[in-house]
DNA sequence: TCCCTTTCGAGAGCACTGCTCTCGTTTCGC
DNA sequence: GCGAAACGAGAGCAGTGCTCTCGAAAGGGA
């Protein structure tokens, strides 16, 4: 990767960026749904035949701003674990649950693009899973690092999940105790469903506004977890 | 609502009926997304126009196909409820999660249309809701009716939490201490969420196949409402 | 420097979509 | 029986994703 390039990779690359950010545009401002090729291309001035030099197709672009989602929530993450470095552990998975919900507010249509329901007869490319696990692998990095309360065990894990999560432990968490560590999915589970709760109306007219139980359970999987 | 009515009235019922059976079809066949108009009129062999007299558009059908989504996952919930009716309310618990999840598992894509990512620029009528509730009305249901076990309270419910849960429980379970309901809400985000994460592959690749995890996380739930 | 290959942008075009409007026909209620 | 309402079909509009072709531009080897 040279600095030393042609004029026409130079122009490709930028082209790539602009057209991804002019997605990303209408994607926040209508949806992943409505998000259109031509549009694109014609706010960008450029026919839309032009636009499939640089992307196959609808479901390419839209790959590209799912990882562009991922990787922004993970930021998101990161920086709310920097931020809270010496912090109490406790502390510290708060601001993790805060900064998702507030990432996710603010731009509800890129987590539905990531958590919601996937396009038909989409699978997600390899390319996205390293992106997606880093809000999972933040979350986790808080209960790896710190003392834990030891916690009543629950309910003994069955079937398959022993081994799941054995094998889960070994490469994420080595030591961390199976029962923590289903816990830990399961909130990782919580924190999305209740932010997609939240965001989809599921909450409206019962628990409205959602801050408040959204913060409560927060600090329930944080006790769950010994935090 | 007499038995006489006109050949008119019959024939539109009917054809309401048969336009809707079809749009699910080809929901369950292609999803949401991809659920088109003149699709479900050609494959009834009339004029995709003549469509419009029976739903006023795509959105209109759509939210017919989420009310009996809702109500068909209300059906599977009440009838797993009342297929439980004298048996212990922890198991009770349990078999209303393996149910919704059977019938999430078999219907993915109106799951996804009911707890999806909802049509961008769509605001759910009011004829949603009652069949939405549907499903935590079951799931409060079996709490509601069964002898708690004493659990520790947890972090207390601040801001406008307080009165959110009171003013639900007041409205569908008086009685119920404010943190019982509080996990009850939660443990319904949650049956849903990791619903929606086996569904949409978040869990491939770690904990798959998912179902030890989720009649662990039932089990999970139970102990924290003392079921 | 010339030339051949690759890359690129534009336009036309295809097969769709949701939706509207019109225009005869059928059916209903009076 | 007649007027009004409901109905089905067809044409048409504006939009979509995507493909193909064609001429222009840029690149690298001789």
Redesign the pocket.
């Known amino acids: 990767m040279p600095a030393i390039r042609?004029?026409?990779?130079r122009?490709?690359e930028e082209?790539t960026r602009e057209i991804k950010q002019e997605a990303r545009r209408q994607l926040a401002s209508v949806g992943a749904q409505q998000?259109?090729?031509?549009?694109v291309?014609?706010e960008l001035?450029?026919?839309?035949?032009?636009l499939?030099?640089?992307f196959?197709?609808?479901?390419e672009?839209l790959t590209a701003l799912i990882i562009d989602a991922y990787d922004e929530l993970g930021d998101v993450a990161d920086h709310a674990l920097a931020g809270t470095a010496g912090a109490a552990p406790r502390d510290r998975w708060c601001a993790l649950w805060t900064a998702a919900r507030d990432w996710a507010r603010a731009n509800p249509h890129e987590f539905a693009l990531v958590y919601g329901t996937p396009v038909p007869g989409y699978a997600a490319p390899r390319d996205t899973v390293e992106p997606a696990t880093r809000l999972p692998l933040a979350l986790l990095a808080v209960v790896r690092d710190a003392p834990l309360r030891p916690t009543p065990p629950g309910p003994a894990p069955r079937g398959a999940l022993p081994e799941q999560l054995a094998a889960l432990a070994a490469a994420l968490a080595p030591g961390l105790p199976p029962h923590v560590l289903a816990r830990a999915v399961t909130a990782w589970i919580q924190l999305v469903g209740l932010i997609g709760f939240e965001l989809h109306g599921h909450l409206v007219g019962s628990i409205d506004p959602a801050g408040d139980l959204f913060a409560w359970t927060a600090e329930q999987t944080a006790d769950a977890l010994g935090l």
Chains 1, 2 share one sequence.
Do not use: P, W
């Open positions: 042609t004029a026409r990779e122009a490709r082209l998000l259109s090729l031509r549009a291309a014609r001035g450029m026919a839309s035949s032009a499939y030099r640089y196959a197709g609808r479901d672009l």
